[in-house]
């Protein structure tokens, strides 16, 4: 139990009480007003977005119910915010990767995906995981299970230069471009 300012929201009740602990959910808060649930909170369209969650004014009595997390994301390597996020039913991989802010410049379209095999599925196999590659523009049709590590690869970098020396007013490296003949060179070269 924990008083709070009377004008307290949803996120400065939670702020007064410490906060969420890294095991309870930050998608399915419960608002419960008079022993039924007043409101289902996601606050991830606040903590990503900076939407306000309906901004509903805690009253007298109210009980805030921050349930354990039911999913367990990892969303690795060339993606804005790397990290480990929450999902929902109903959720694809793309979803995730979004949450992670997107892809940066320099990311890859394939994307590797590790995911644990249900209990149910397992039937006395030897590894308990199991590995995909997906393409990132069709990363909306895989839905998301708990567990998984999704893994956004980088580019290979590329050099695409040109390098001119010998009798031209300014020898040296140039960005190759598709087409590129002998003739630009020169002229980016300063000419002979």
Do not use: C
């Amino acid at each position: 139990v924990y008083p709070v300012h009377p004008f307290s929201t949803v996120i400065t009740g939670l702020i007064q009480a410490g906060g969420v602990d890294t095991t309870g959910s930050l998608r399915n808060i419960q608002i419960k007003r008079n022993s039924k649930i007043f409101a289902i909170i996601d606050l991830y369209d606040y903590l990503l977005k900076g939407n306000l969650p309906g901004n509903i004014q805690l009253r007298d009595q109210d009980i805030i119910v921050v349930p354990v997390r039911q999913s367990t994301i990892t969303v690795d390597s060339a993606v804005v915010r790397p990290g480990i996020y929450e999902s929902k039913i109903g959720e694809s991989i793309r979803d995730l990767i979004d949450y992670s802010g997107g892809l940066r410049p320099n990311a890859s379209t394939t994307i590797g995906l590790k995911r644990i095999v249900p209990l149910n599925d397992r039937n006395g196999k030897q590894t308990n995981t199991e590995n995909y590659y997906i393409d990132y523009f069709n990363s909306q049709l895989t839905p998301i299970q708990n567990g998984d590590i999704i893994t956004v690869k980088n580019i290979i970098e590329t050099l695409n230069q040109v390098e001119i020396i010998g009798q031209v007013k300014t020898p040296g490296i140039f960005h190759y471009y598709q087409g590129m003949k002998i003739k630009d060179l020169i002229e980016l070269g300063g000419g002979f």
